[in-house]
């Protein structure tokens, strides 16, 4: 039973990873045309959800959203928040 709530795990980050690469990249895009953009709150949200990766990788690919602070500290307080819960959640699984 493990083994298969890991695999689904594996298929979720690359899948929600993707999905944060892409906004990003998508919004670049729609930033460069002047279409409607995707929000702010919508970019943390994908990075929330485990894509934090992909948001830093696309961010750094696609040089968006690189020179805005606030959003540059939200977005690492999102990683920080999810190493200190992978730290935490290993300890305890550790440590009971």
């Given at each position: 039973m493990t083994a298969i709530w890991l695999e689904w795990f594996v298929y979720y980050f690359i899948a929600?990873?993707?999905?944060?690469?892409?906004?990003?990249?998508?919004?670049?895009?729609?930033?460069?045309?002047?279409?409607r953009r995707i929000s702010e709150s919508r970019l943390l949200g994908w990075a929330a959800l485990g894509g934090t990766p992909g948001a830093y990788a696309g961010r750094h690919l696609f040089r968006h959203k690189t020179r805005k602070v606030s959003f540059s500290e939200r977005l690492?307080?999102?990683?920080?928040?999810?190493?200190?819960?992978?730290?935490?959640?290993?300890?305890?699984?550790?440590?009971g």
């Open positions: 929600i990873n993707f999905v944060a690469f892409a906004a990003f990249g998508l919004d670049k895009t729609f930033a460069e045309s002047g279409a690492h307080a999102v990683a920080i928040l999810q190493v200190l819960l992978i730290v935490g959640g290993y300890a305890y699984i550790q440590f």
